[in-house]
């Protein structure tokens, strides 16, 4: 038998000892991401330089720059912006302002939580199937970029729903006494301020569109062109699908492992500063409507 | 005129947000139409008998995905075992244990472990873990299941920790306090009373993990080394089915039963993710309902 003194130290033994290896997990966590990150970017950035974002890759890739990935990359991510933007604001505009809550929405959000769930992959093999096949856009920056699009939608959905959240109900009430139609209300009172918000939404689902491999591998990309791409139709280089074929399919893997460090530190550069924008943006507009 | 327009942007909003059912529905339907051709000349049976994968044998080809679902589950549940304890036990110190200001720290930073595109963890994998497991298991290549599952899991960390701390955050705090008072300490509330509570949110997250593990294809494209093999530990070589869509959708003839073969392994990981998700999303109304 304990006495209370001697049970009361077991107890606050084992929860600081608990507590302790919680905060080690967290910690544990934060070490793998440092690593990664460390990794590539110790060996990625002295890779870098003008030439290598900014020169064609030279004598079968094992030289030169990236420069036609990234532009590829900037494309597609742009005309997946283009498909996603519109689509999932007036998704959301609808699911917020217009829907009564009830089957639809329901089956809608449904739909865009299990959408989000599809493996990319499966993306890949729908945009082979209907933007390539169907529609005929053959394998082009087209076809990639209405994949990506699609991706992205449930992400900007979720997002701008998120913001159209934030705007207080008094501003659209206050709009709809004065005698506002409901269109004109939600053009001049809901969606300016719900705007920022928006954008962050808008960034992140295009951080995760620019880092997408498997969507367009078969939709567009190419292991190779000596030219950027300058239609719609034309095939394109990105860097998601160069790093993975400087990492896994070139001819002579161990002597371009430095433009494939350099691929990924560009890559997650990339990726980085569009997350972190889209930190800071929300972080600046979070605390606007509450009081 | 005012009417007419009011009417027309309702629609308009209302055919958008409709939009995402029609692709979800559109993804299932052009998969299960894309493989029809292979599933009446090779039959259901013959894709989940025992076997192996290899349509392009010159005589006999075979189709069977046993060994593909195999490494798929294989890779899924290695990084649930990886995930699962490390996203709770992150997510229980974040949510009951962290200041407001390590939480304002922590919680970014998980987003950007959550933005790392899956191409650059797999090239991590294939150039930083490899061989540390080559090395720690005494094996010629660390390109294995093991090496997947470790990645996958890091992938799968972020959706994990995000869900199980919403999860544990939603139990509520009637149930701490009254645990308080009677004399337990914090330790004994999170162990006992808090994450039990939390239990079905933490599973509902663990799902979701596990349907971004099955459908996740760069990471494990590059990591796990993509054999055809009956796999028999986690130190082999594993082809999961997103893997295998990812290698051979490129090569293979448009129109062969190959192909359409392809589309349905498709199909096969589009149903699997889907139930896994939906089953999460269940789970989710089911503690919505019930909190």
């Known amino acids: ?291 | 005129m005012q009417r007419f327009k009011e009417k027309s942007v309702r629609y308009f909003f209302m055919v958008c947000g409709l939009l995402s059912i029609v692709i979800l529905f559109g993804i299932f339907y052009l998969l299960l139409n894309s493989s029809f051709p292979a599933i009446s000349k090779v039959g259901i049976k013959a894709f989940f008998a025992e076997g192996y994968w290899n349509p392009t044998a010159f005589s006999g080809p075979q189709y069977s995905i046993w060994n593909l679902i195999k490494g798929t589950f294989m890779v899924g549940a290695g990084s649930l075992i990886i995930a699962v304890p490390l996203g709770v036990a992150c997510a229980a110190y974040l949510a009951e244990i962290a200041s407001t200001r390590e939480r304002e720290i922590f919680k970014p930073i998980i987003e950007i472990l959550a933005g790392i595109p899956s191409v650059v963890l797999g090239f991590f994998g294939l150039v930083v873990v490899a061989p540390l497991l080559s090395r720690l298991f005494n094996i010629p290549t660390g390109i294995n299941a093991l090496n997947g599952s470790i990645l996958v899991g890091i992938m799968a960390l972020p959706t994990v920790i995000t869900i199980a701390e919403d999860a544990i955050s939603s139990v509520p705090q009637n149930y701490k306090h009254a645990s308080l008072a009677l004399g337990a300490t914090r330790w004994q509330t999170l162990r006992k009373v808090i994450l039990p509570a939390a239990l079905s949110g933490i599973i509902a997250a663990s799902m979701l993990g596990m349907g971004r593990a099955i459908g996740e294809t760069m990471t494990v494209l590059m990591a796990t080394g993509n054999a055809l093999a009956n796999p028999s530990s986690f130190l082999d070589s594993v082809r999961t089915l997103s893997a295998n869509i990812a290698i051979e959708m490129g090569e293979v003839p448009m129109g062969s039963v190959h192909f359409h073969s392809l589309f349905f392994v498709g199909l096969v990981l589009f149903l699997i993710t889907f139930v896994i998700n939906l089953i999460a999303d269940l789970i989710f109304q089911h503690y919505r309902e019930g909190a």
Not at chain 1, 117 to 125: A, D, R
Not at chain 1, 159 to 187: C, D, H, N, Y
Request: glycine content about 8%.
């Open chain 1, 1 to 291: 038998m304990l006495t209370k003194e001697e049970n009361h130290h077991r107890r606050n033994v084992s929860e600081k000892f608990a507590f302790l290896s919680l905060r080690l997990s967290l910690f544990l966590v934060m070490f793998i991401l440092g690593v990664i990150l460390y990794d590539i970017t110790a060996k990625g950035i002295g890779v870098l330089s003008w030439d290598f974002i900014t020169k064609m890759p030279k004598t079968g890739m094992t030289e030169g720059g990236i420069f036609p990935a990234i532009v590829g990359t900037l494309y597609v991510t742009v005309l997946a912006a283009l498909l996603a933007v519109p689509l999932g604001v007036a998704s959301a505009i609808f699911l917020n302002e217009y829907a009564t809550q009830g089957k639809i929405t329901r089956l809608i959000r449904i739909s865009l939580r299990n959408l989000a769930g599809v493996p990319s992959i499966v993306f890949g093999l729908f945009g082979v199937a209907l933007f390539v096949q169907i529609m005929g856009f053959r394998a082009s920056l087209l076809a990639a970029g209405l994949t990506l699009g699609l991706l992205t939608l449930p992400v900007t959905v979720t997002a701008a729903e998120e913001a159209l959240k934030t705007v207080p109900k008094s501003f659209r009430e206050g709009g709809l006494a004065l005698g506002a139609t409901k269109w004109q209300m939600i053009r001049t009172l809901v969606l300016p301020p719900a705007f920022p918000g928006m954008l962050t939404g808008v960034i992140l689902g295009l951080a995760r569109a620019a880092g997408e491999t498997a969507p367009i591998l078969f939709t567009g990309a190419a292991f190779f062109l000596p030219f950027l791409p300058n239609s719609p139709f034309s095939q394109f280089m990105a860097l998601p699908y160069h790093l993975f074929i400087m990492a896994t399919q070139h001819h002579n893997i161990s002597a371009v492992r430095p433009i494939a460090y350099g691929t990924a530190f560009v890559l997650l550069a990339m990726v980085f500063l569009l997350n972190l924008g889209a930190i800071i943006l929300r972080y600046r507009y979070r605390k606007r409507f509450q009081r």
